[in-house]
Each structure stands twice: as C-alpha cells, then as structure tokens.
Nanobody
C-alpha cells in the first residue's frame, strides 16, 4: 500500500522559510521520481518541482532560486526547503509519485504566507 505523508506546513511571514517533509512508504523510494505540487485557493494545482531518483530537481520558474529539495534514501523522505516566501506561495503543498502506472498523492500540508 503506497502512502505519502506531508508535514511541516504552517503560517509564516513574507520573507520567511518553512521546511516541508514527505514520508513515503510502499514504493521503492530509491528509484522513484517524486514531485511537489501546490494548489492555491481558487486555483488549479501546479507543479512546483520534479525530483529524480538521484535528487536532482526540475523547478517551476516561480520558485527557482527560492526553494531547494533533498532526499533521504535511508529514511524514505523528501524535504522541500522553502525560502523567501511570498503571499502568492500560500497553498496546500502535495507530495506525489507515479508508481507502477498509478499516481499517488499525499493529503497535503498548508503553507500560509501572511503578515
């Protein structure tokens, strides 16, 4: 059974930082490509980053230079470090993967950027 569980969201002031985490089970995390998506209120979900099995990320333009990602293969976790947060980064952030021809999503974690 594949499970993805996000954590680490919260309320932060503009310019602040948060570190999100995604814990994965039921997949071979060492070879799985992982993704971060987000969905802001009233908007469609958008891709934030695709992270290959080696940890290299392909970023959306709107977060380039502000967000970084890392993978811990021993703990089957992926982290998203969000820096220089803006109000427009307010959204629910989701960890996703495609495994054995099926897409899996976590429940998401909320980031709210507000003063």
């Amino acid at each position: 059974q594949v499970q993805l569980v996000e954590s680490g969201g919260g309320l932060v002031q503009p310019g602040g930082s948060l570190r999100l985490s995604c814990s994965a089970s039921g997949i071979n995390f060492k070879i799985a490509t992982m993704n971060w998506y987000r969905q802001a209120p009233g908007k469609q979900r958008e891709l934030v980053a695709t992270v290959d099995s080696g940890g290299a990320a392909d970023w959306a333009d709107f977060v380039k230079g502000r967000f970084t990602v890392s993978r811990d293969w021993a703990r089957n976790t992926m982290s998203l470090q969000t820096n220089s947060l803006k109000p427009e980064d307010t959204a629910v952030y989701y960890c996703t993967t495609r495994w054995r021809q099926r897409d899996y999503w976590g429940r998401g974690t909320q980031i709210t950027v507000s003063s």
